[in-house]
């Protein structure tokens, strides 16, 4: 399957500013979400499931179709919980008709990882919204009680390496389990909205015991009500993983630039963009007020 960038016609960088404002803005308005958490987890979280489709083999799925908007994709058990990422954006797209949904969810994901403290994600245009035929079969997402071989095997269907496995899982800094959702309990860390290498941190520091939760789940526990998955602890478990997660728990520099590397090739999979098309550069809210 051949997906070519084709941004929206005579859109420029003020209008996709634009509706970053409008998703920041509302994210700030709507902050009491998930007991004080607020939208911004589970619009990156929206990001990676409707990117993580993704099949190398024969370039089918990704975040080009846009089609996470289709029951059939968002009904997947695994992707409990982001309805409220959808309906959080559905207003966003009556207010901008022409944006496609491919480039709504991703954008989505880039506002939320700035506006939570993030590196600055350069993000380009140009999905298409495609017909319900192109959703795949549920069966791509990953399942949270793998170990570290079952997440290299799995991040091998997108090319990725152990380096950029264990940037990309840094992700698991921002937002909780919930019970209700995975069968999962808790957060990662105390601090459930801000960006930060913590993740790693946490991984070697904390004294994790492996415990049943209420849903009859496995995780590893920590003192403080901080919780791992299988697939998080297994970074540590393996020594090439290790080596990396030693690496970003020390470098918070190399981990927010090694982080913003692979984000942008997780959004980006699949989809040919000419040279032509620029990569843009939103500013935060906060950097707008000086
Ligand atoms: Fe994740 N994730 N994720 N994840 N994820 C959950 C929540 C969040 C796995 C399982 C879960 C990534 C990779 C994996 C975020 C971002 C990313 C939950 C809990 C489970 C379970 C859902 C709930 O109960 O509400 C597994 C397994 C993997 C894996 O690859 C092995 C990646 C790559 C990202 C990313 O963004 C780059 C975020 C953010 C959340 C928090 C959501 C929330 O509502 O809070």
């Given at each position: 399957?051949?997906h ?21 803005e ?27 489709t ?38 966003i ?10 480039d709504?969810?991703?954008?989505g ?7 939570l403290?993030g ?9 298409v919204?495609?017909g319900?035929?192109t ?19 799995y991040?091998?269907?997108f090319?990725?390496?152990d380096?950029?496995v264990?940037?990309l ?30 993740f ?14 209420a849903?009859?789940n ?20 393996d ?5 990396y997660v ?8 190399a981990f ?22 620029e ?12």
């Open positions: 399957t051949l070519i960038a084709r941004p929206e016609k005579g859109k420029t960088l003020a209008d996709f500013q634009n509706i970053y404002n409008s998703i920041a509302k994210m700030k308005s709507e902050s009491a979400y998930d007991d004080g958490t607020g939208y911004g987890p589970v619009l990156v979280r929206l990001s990676w499931h409707s990117s993580a993704y099949d190398k083999n024969d370039n089918s799925g990704g975040s080009y179709g846009g089609t996470f908007r289709f029951k059939k994709e968002a009904s997947d058990v695994l992707s409990k919980g982001l309805e409220n990422a959808t309906k959080f954006l559905d207003p797209h009556s207010e901008y008709p022409w944006l496609s949904h491919g709504l969810y991703t954008l994901g880039v506002t939320a990882l700035q506006e403290g590196p600055k994600t350069p993000w380009r245009p140009g999905r919204d495609t319900p035929e959703v795949p079969a549920h069966g791509r997402l990953p399942i949270p009680e793998g170990n570290a071989s079952y997440v290299r095997n991040y091998d269907r090319g990725f390496n380096q950029e264990v940037a899982l840094g992700a698991h800094i921002l937002g909780k389990t919930h019970l209700k959702n995975s069968g999962y309990d808790g957060p990662w860390d105390d601090d459930t909205n801000i960006f930060s290498n913590e790693f941190g946490n991984l070697l520091e904390r004294k994790w015991t492996l415990e049943k939760n849903a009859s496995m995780q590893y526990n920590a003192k403080g009500g901080i919780m791992m998955l299988p697939t998080d602890y297994a970074l540590v478990q020594p090439k993983y290790l080596k030693k690496k970003y728990a020390d470098d918070q520099d927010f630039s090694d982080f913003r590397d692979i984000y942008v090739k997780l959004l980006e999979r699949g989809i040919s963009f000419d040279d032509s098309i990569p843009l550069v939103f500013k935060t809210l906060k950097e707008q007020l000086k």
